[in-house]
């Protein structure tokens, strides 16, 4: 089964004939910084990540992470 990104067309899995619709890690990242900070902390795991179902795993403020 082939996945696409459903925001920008950016193919993220290739497979067969069959197409599905995911989200790739940079609308991923840009649709977490439009989300309130809240939810994504109810959300995400201890170490401060959110998992996204293709096994991903973005930091919900990747600017204080990066500087910690
Ligand atoms: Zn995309």
Same mark, same amino acid.
């Not at 089964?1 to 940079?26: D, K, N, R, Y």
């Not at 959300?43 to 293709?54: I, M, Q």
């Given at each position: 089964?082939?996945?696409?990104? &459903?925001?920008? =067309? &950016?193919? *993220? ?8 619709? =995911? *989200?790739?890690?940079?609308c &991923? +990242?840009d @649709?977490?910084?439009? !989300?309130? #900070? &809240? @939810? !994504? ?7 401060? +990540?959110? +998992? !996204? @179902?293709?096994?991903?795993? !973005?930091?919900?403020d990747? #600017?204080?992470?990066?500087? #910690?």
């Open positions: 089964m082939t996945v696409v990104c &459903a925001w920008c =067309g &950016a193919l *993220i899995a290739p497979g067969g004939e069959q197409l599905s619709h =995911g *989200i790739c890690v940079s &991923a +990242t @649709f977490m910084s439009r !989300l309130p #900070r &809240a @939810f !994504l902390e109810s959300v995400a795991d201890p170490d401060g +990540t959110v +998992t !996204l @179902f293709s096994g991903h795993k !973005l930091p919900i990747p #600017r204080s992470a990066s500087s #910690r």
